[in-house]
């Protein structure tokens, strides 16, 4: 999936998600949605702890360039 | 030698522990009372400068003789590596001015035994800019001129200066309401992208980077090395120019952590400096700080986001941010299929419930509909010509198609009546229109 969400928001949006659920606010119709992007959710939050985008070269070039 | 004649007395300074000499007196009178003969040159005494020196030299032995003890700044200390000698600069400041100053020798032997005091009690080296109390016997030398000679400094009392100015320095962060500044900031989630000043061959850092990168949990930190000085005089300067820069590319980093290890407990007194931990305070990533001894916290730890105490508490510590939020997100995982569970259950219980009611309404509309085509049934036989050809009705065709009426045909057209066994072929003689007739 291409969306642009930082981690805080996919833990934030997660957790409401979570509690939604749990506390059965929502019709079975609506479920299979919520499931589904609840698990878009678990994965972006899981790679954030596992990978990183930083460049060491990017950064001492930003150094340099300043 | 006349002793009766007092030519500089002791003055008793304010401060009730120094005292410092003084003297008045004249220079030919020393000359004479030391019995230096001058050369006659056009009627004038003249004096070599040797002889002058020398003169001046035996005068401040003799007035000078025991040692004293003097409160002063020492700016430099001047350790020669080579000779192990030490030229200490020596001054007394009002008011931000310089009022007294003086140069100093420690001499390799004093120097070794007093710096090895000072590491023992203040667990920093003697250095440049600190305030000392020292006994010294001033001395006058012919070609290096007038110096004190340093014996022995007390520890104490520089250890007390040292305490002092770092209750200063945490005294004026109060002041300025900046002391929680760095506490306050938010650490990211996932604090994953430090940059870490430290040195490259430092024990602390390796032990971060065990931590950190052999973790069993695969969770990826990036970290990149800001080097710096970790302790000693210039530990303040050293690590608020690698803030400077960090500070240029902070986006890309989420924490600071200063990080030293192996180094003992000398040297740390930079800590204290105001600079720095004004320096930290401000600094807006949070700053987490490792720095690896046993002595009391310095205003640089205590004002930090969180003091770690080691670099590996340190590493421990960002792990443990990341079980944070990874818990929550398993949890949410667990929850999540729980929660999906127990709807597809209720869901299921009430299909289930729906099943009987449905088997009955089937049952029901099945039987409406077999006892409507009962009824159909019965009536389609009802109506089938060959039971009512058996109940003894005909049906009279001309040219295949049925008679309705006797005007239909005329006579001599041949027609065709259908029975119930067999047919009859006939011939119109006659057509009524009364059936009556």
């Not at chain 1, 969306?3 to 998600?17: P, W």
């Not at chain 2, 200063?258 to 040297?267: E, L, P, Q, S």
């Not at chain 2, 006892?371 to 049934?377: K, Q, R, S």
Request: glycine residues 8%; proline residues 4%.
């Amino acid at each position: 999936m291409s969306e642009k969400i930082t981690y805080t928001e996919a833990f934030d949006e997660l957790q409401a998600l979570v509690s939604e659920i749990e506390t059965g606010e929502i019709s079975v119709d609506q479920l299979s949605e919520k499931v589904k992007r609840a698990a878009f959710l678990i994965k972006t939050c899981k790679k954030k702890l596992s990978s990183t985008e930083e460049d060491v070269d990017k950064i001492l070039k930003e150094l340099e360039g300043k | 030698m006349r002793k009766t004649k007092r030519l500089f007395r002791f003055v008793e300074i304010t401060s009730g522990f120094a005292v410092y000499p003084g003297y008045t007196a004249g220079l030919p009178d020393f000359f004479y009372l030391h019995g230096t003969m001058p050369g006659t040159v056009e009627g004038k005494k003249v004096f070599s400068l040797l002889e002058v020196m020398e003169s001046v030299r035996r005068t401040l032995s003799e007035r000078y003789g025991s040692p004293f003890w003097v409160k002063a700044e020492m700016s430099k200390l001047n350790h020669y590596t080579h000779s192990g000698h030490c030229y200490p600069e020596l001054l007394e400041k009002k008011e931000g001015k310089v009022v007294a100053q003086i140069k100093a020798n420690l001499w390799k032997e004093d120097y070794i035994r007093i710096n090895e005091t000072f590491l023992r009690v203040l667990k920093e080296p003697l250095k440049n800019g600190i305030m000392i109390l020292f006994s010294a016997r001033i001395t006058f030398d012919p070609v290096h001129g007038l110096a004190l000679r340093i014996l022995e400094i007390d520890p104490v009392f520089s250890l007390g200066e040292l305490e002092r100015e770092k209750q200063e320095t945490i005294d004026r962060l109060h002041k300025e309401g900046i002391i929680g500044r760095n506490k306050a900031l938010r650490l990211a989630l996932v604090p994953q992208r430090i940059a870490v000043i430290s040195v490259e061959t430092s024990k602390g850092f390796a032990d971060f980077r065990k931590v950190v990168d052999e973790n069993s949990w695969n969770y990826r930190f990036f970290y990149m090395l800001f080097p710096s000085l970790l302790q000693g005089e210039k530990v303040a300067e050293s690590i608020g120019r690698q803030l400077e820069r960090i500070r240029l590319v902070r986006s890309h980093f989420d924490a600071v952590a200063i990080i030293r290890g192996g180094g003992g407990d000398i040297g740390l007194s930079g800590y204290n400096q105001y600079e720095l931990a004004r320096h930290v305070a401000l600094f807006p990533l949070p700053v987490i700080t490792g720095i690896g001894h046993a002595t009391n916290e310095t205003v640089t730890e205590m004002v930090a986001f969180r003091n770690c105490i080691t670099p590996t508490d340190l590493a421990g510590f960002l792990i443990q941010q990341f079980h944070n939020f990874s818990v929550p997100v398993r949890e949410a995982q667990q929850a999540l299929a729980a929660g999906s569970r127990q709807w597809l259950s209720v869901a299921g219980q009430l299909l289930a419930g729906q099943v009987p009611v449905l088997g009955k309404a089937v049952a029901r509309f099945i039987h409406l509909r077999g006892l409507e085509i009962l009824h159909l049934e019965k009536q389609r036989d009802l109506l089938d010509p060959k039971r009512i050809l058996a109940r003894g009705f005909t049906i009279t065709l001309h040219i295949n198609k049925p008679v309705y009426k006797s005007t239909d045909v005329q006579p001599g057209d041949a027609l065709k009546t259908l029975t119930a066994e067999g047919s009859i072929l006939s011939k119109v003689t006659r057509t009524q229109n009364d059936p009556n007739e």
